[in-house]
């Protein structure tokens, strides 16, 4: 198994037909480990450039998430948290890297206290006034 970081996991996810050779050689790299581990970091960013980048809504994201969450050939970092953040994600309309912090709180049994009001809105929440 080998660690990647965003640029890789992208190249691994869409068939980017403006880099070809990356597309190409990520897949080489994974073929050959069989599995690749996946950082929170990693999970963020790559929800944040399938957004950005991409322009993807997060309908078309929704299988990507599962895709990770389901193929074994994807080891997640703390795999229960993103499970949940991708559960709150994908019904609700705060981003994917704050429902990831609300899922982190929780496990620590923990209240999220926050300024973002999309977020305020979840429970186990706390809207700062």
Do not use: C
Request: proline share 3%.
């Amino acid at each position: 198994m080998i660690a990647v970081d965003t640029n890789i996991l992208i190249r691994l996810l869409v068939n980017d037909p403006d880099q070809p050779e990356q597309v190409k050689t990520a897949r080489r790299h994974v073929k050959k480990e069989g599995a690749v581990f996946i950082p929170q970091v990693v999970q963020v960013e790559t929800v944040w450039v399938l957004e950005s980048a991409y322009k993807l809504s997060r309908k078309q994201i929704s299988p990507v998430l599962e895709h990770l969450d389901s193929n074994t050939a994807y080891t997640l970092q703390n795999r229960s948290s993103f499970q949940q953040a991708m559960r709150l994600y994908l019904k609700g309309n705060a981003d994917f890297s704050d429902y990831l912090i609300l899922a982190e709180s929780q496990q620590e049994k923990l209240q999220l206290l926050t300024f973002d009001k999309k977020l305020g809105k979840q429970a186990g929440v706390v809207l700062a006034k």
